[in-house]
């Protein structure tokens, strides 16, 4: 089930809340994602991270956001927004689709499917998952 599911706008960054870890994924439009995926889905989500893990080659897809998602909740999340300025819609989904089919090296930590939507967004690479932003220390006198 969705959190937002009526709310995603072409170029927005859709989180998927998969057991143990995130998946990310662009929304292109008309119920379309491209994302950063295995190349063989046959064993389902779950089974398609570890395979990307395992085999250290990731496949760019563009399908339909109830598909990538299944039966997992998902969410529009554009959460760098204030640290970061979002590339004009139009350009995001131009360039994620100009990606579909593409085969890239997949690492977890300098190159997964959270870095790869946020390079598209933003075009700075990162991924929360993997480095998460340090907490401010509070100051008191």
């Known amino acids: ?3 937002e599911r009526t709310r995603a706008k072409p ?3 859709i989180e998927i809340f ?3 870890y995130q998946h990310w994924a662009v929304y292109v439009g008309k119920g379309y994602v491209v994302h950063l995926s ?3 889905e046959v064993s389902g989500p779950s ?3 570890f395979s990307s893990v395992l085999g250290n080659r990731a496949i760019v897809k563009k399908e339909l956001l109830s598909v990538v998602a299944g039966v997992d909740t998902y969410w529009v999340n554009n959460k760098n927004d204030d640290k970061y300025e979002p590339l004009p819609p139009n350009e995001i989904v131009h360039q994620a ?3 579909v089919g593409k085969y890239m090296l997949f690492s977890l930590i300098i190159n997964n499917c959270e870095h790869f939507a946020n390079k598209l967004h933003y075009g ?3 991924s929360d998952q993997v480095c998460p932003q340090p907490v401010s220390p509070s100051h008191s006198s």
């Open 18 to 20: 998969r057991f143990g």
């Open 38 to 40: 295995s190349p063989s």
């Open 97 to 99: 689709e100009k990606m």
């Open 1 to 3: 089930m969705s959190l």
């Open 11 to 13: 170029g927005d960054l």
């Open 124 to 126: 700075v690479s990162r």
């Open 47 to 49: 089974m398609s991270f």
